[in-house]
């Protein structure tokens, strides 16, 4: 069974600042990660995705992966209220049809 | 171009009635997922096909659940006999085969009273 878990939250950040998002994962063979932002009464979208170790960068967007210690992580830099919404974490395993596992995902506020 | 479309948008009805959610997925999507939404348990996954041939549905709570897919623009979600531990957020979505790129509709919100 995979699991995926995230920081309880929620985490409150002042505008301008960098939010750091976590995500920790249970199985190994875990190929691919996906961090979706969901707003308040919408559905998820994907903002970024990663499938090698290291960084990947979107414009103010980080994805950080660390396969040996089983994370991903998000950062979002010069935060704005605009980012003020819940973000999942999103693993997908290797193989045809393997499902993506969330994870309860955290609230990010952003304060003006 | 369309995104995937559910309906209805809200429904509200008593114990044990039957209730039916519809979803359209984006065409050319040969990927499609039900998941469910409370504050309690996050985003579940209910069950998904992929070329219309349902692959996983070990999420599906019990048998007052079951979920058809046609052809490759419908799929239906039903629950009977509905109970109030049913309420929440029925999201479908839809995606090209193994791509994490989930397209997600916009939601059923299903009270269950």
């Known amino acids: 069974q995979k699991e995926v878990e995230q920081n309880s939250g929620p985490l409150s950040v002042p505008e301008g600042a960098i939010a750091s998002l976590n995500c920790t994962y249970s199985?190994?063979?875990?190929?691919?990660f996906f961090w979706y932002r969901q707003y308040s009464g919408k559905s998820p979208e994907l903002i970024m995705f990663?499938?090698?170790?290291g960084d990947k960068e979107d414009g103010r967007f980080t994805a950080q992966l660390n396969k040996a210690s089983q994370y991903v992580s998000l950062l979002i830099r010069d935060s704005q209220p605009s980012d003020s919404a819940t973000y999942l974490c999103?693993?997908?395993?290797?193989?045809?049809?393997?499902?993506?596992?969330f994870g309860k995902g955290i609230t990010l506020s952003v304060r003006p | 171009d369309a995104g995937v479309i559910q309906s209805p948008r809200h429904e509200v009805t008593e114990m044990g009635q039957e209730v039916t959610l519809r979803c359209k997925p984006i065409?050319?999507?040969?990927?499609l997922f039900w998941y469910r939404q409370t504050m309690m348990r996050g985003l579940e996954l209910l069950i998904y096909?992929?070329?219309?041939?349902?692959?996983?549905d070990s999420g599906m709570p019990e048998d007052r659940f079951s979920a058809k897919m046609p052809n490759a623009s419908f799929s239906t979600l039903k629950i009977q006999p509905s109970e109030p531990r049913d309420s929440a957020v029925y999201f479908c979505?839809?995606?090209?085969?193994?791509?994490?790129?989930?397209?997600f509709g916009e939601g059923s919100r299903l009270t269950v009273l």
């Open positions: 979505a839809s995606s090209h085969t193994d791509s994490g790129e989930l397209f």
């Open positions: 065409s050319g999507h040969n990927s």
């Open positions: 999103a693993v997908n395993g290797p193989g045809a049809n393997s499902k993506l596992t």
């Open positions: 199985d190994r063979g875990s190929q691919s």
């Open positions: 096909f992929n070329n219309n041939v349902p692959i996983d």
């Open positions: 990663i499938y090698s170790n």
